[in-house]
């Protein structure tokens, strides 16, 4: 039996895919590489010495999609794949909806034709919008504030409806907080197109020379220092909780998780870290706040510790110095 990873090739499915076959698991994965790249499969093969079945597929073509069920014994999904740029969603909310939602639309049906009933869904803590308090709980009240994050709560609600029409699903909705750092090989991070919106890749780059500062984006928030703070968790933490979250998975219905660490660190934080643990200097500059933003977004993670028996053991300093160490080896 495999477990067919969507979005495999991604910055957050590659790092799993590592983390599962190194558990033993036989993996397939299915990606139209719009975000991501095919060599990234090498990288998975040198690190693991197993060369998973890569099918270069797009989730809106459902004869793509049944191809892979039809050639492959998939008795579980992990489900990755999808858009996640907040800014670009709100320029380009019709394809958001599209990609995110009918993309997972066909492989749910896809999964359902054939006896394929478990599935981990990669949710985000943007399904929280703005809290009233932290740290987050799972039963915190929904909300969002951009199109990415309403395709992620409108999937999530597809599927507690799914389960509740047929009892042979299991579903694991893992909302995870702000994953940064990269595997220690520097073979696999995560290299966004463009300008990067999120802070650890910008950071990176300002570091390496190809951006000239880092906006630091408001300096009068009601925290410690002002700065924006936030549940930074090690990608490869994020990769052990999915493979604990197969656990509840032998429970039918929805199983709800946060993935953090439960600390909420500050940018000034990150900048600090990271110019103390790579020995580099960060120039930045303090700017406007950016529409949308909240002051503190930290997470509850003890469900996913009593209930999985996970917990994310790596520090800030490791996020730092994972995250140097694949950039310079871009
Ligand atoms: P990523 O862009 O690196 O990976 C997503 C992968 O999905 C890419 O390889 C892309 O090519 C693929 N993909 C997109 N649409 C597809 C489609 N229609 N068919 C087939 N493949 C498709 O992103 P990531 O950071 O690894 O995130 C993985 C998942 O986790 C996403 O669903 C994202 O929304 C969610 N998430 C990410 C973060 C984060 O900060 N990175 C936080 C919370 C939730
Ligand atoms: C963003 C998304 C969120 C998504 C998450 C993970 C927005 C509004 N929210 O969250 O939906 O789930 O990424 O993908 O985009 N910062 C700077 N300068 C920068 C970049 C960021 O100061 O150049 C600050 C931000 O203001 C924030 C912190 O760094 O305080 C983290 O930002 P980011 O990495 O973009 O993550 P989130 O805002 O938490």
Not at 156 to 177: A, G
Not at 238 to 248: E, F
């Amino acid at each position: 039996m495999a477990v067919l990873v969507t979005g495999g090739t991604g910055y957050i499915g590659s790092h799993t895919c590592v983390e599962f076959i190194q558990k033993g698991q036989e993996l397939v994965i299915l990606d139209n590489l719009c975000n991501s790249k095919a060599e990234v499969v090498d990288h998975i093969e040198t690190l693991t010495g197993i060369r998973p079945r890569f099918y270069k597929a797009d989730l809106l073509d459902i004869d793509a999609v049944k191809k892979v069920f039809d050639e492959n014994d998939i008795d579980t999904v992990i489900h990755f794949a999808g858009l996640k740029a907040v800014g670009e969603s709100v320029a380009k909310p019709l394809e958001y909806y599209t990609n995110n939602i009918v993309g997972t639309l066909n492989l749910l049906s896809e999964m359902r034709k054939h006896n394929c009933f478990n599935l981990i869904f990669s949710s985000s803590a943007t399904v929280y919008g703005k809290p009233k308090t932290v740290p987050i709980k799972e039963d915190f009240e929904l909300t969002t504030t951009n199109p990415y994050g309403t395709t992620k709560l409108y999937i999530e609600q597809i599927l507690k409806d799914l389960c509740v029409s047929d009892n042979r699903f299991s579903v694991v909705l893992l909302r995870y907080f702000n994953p940064i750092g990269a595997h220690e090989s520097g073979l696999l991070g995560d290299n966004p197109n463009g300008i990067p919106n999120n802070l650890m890749p910008y950071v990176t780059r300002v570091a390496k020379g190809i951006l000239p500062h880092l906006n630091v984006f408001g300096n009068d928030y009601d925290t410690p220092d002002g700065t924006g703070v936030r549940d930074y968790i090690h990608v490869l933490d994020l990769a052990s909780g999915h493979y604990a979250a197969l656990k509840a998975l032998s429970e039918r219905g929805v199983h709800i998780y946060n993935l953090g660490t439960g600390n909420g660190y500050s940018v000034l934080d990150i900048i600090n870290a990271f110019e103390r643990v790579n020995d580099v200097k960060i120039p930045y500059q303090i700017a406007e706040r950016r529409p949308g933003d909240i002051a503190e977004c930290y997470a509850d993670a003890s469900k996913a510790e009593f209930e999985l028996g996970w917990k994310a053991i790596r520090s800030l300093d490791d996020m730092c110095a994972s995250a140097w160490n694949f950039e310079k080896n871009l």
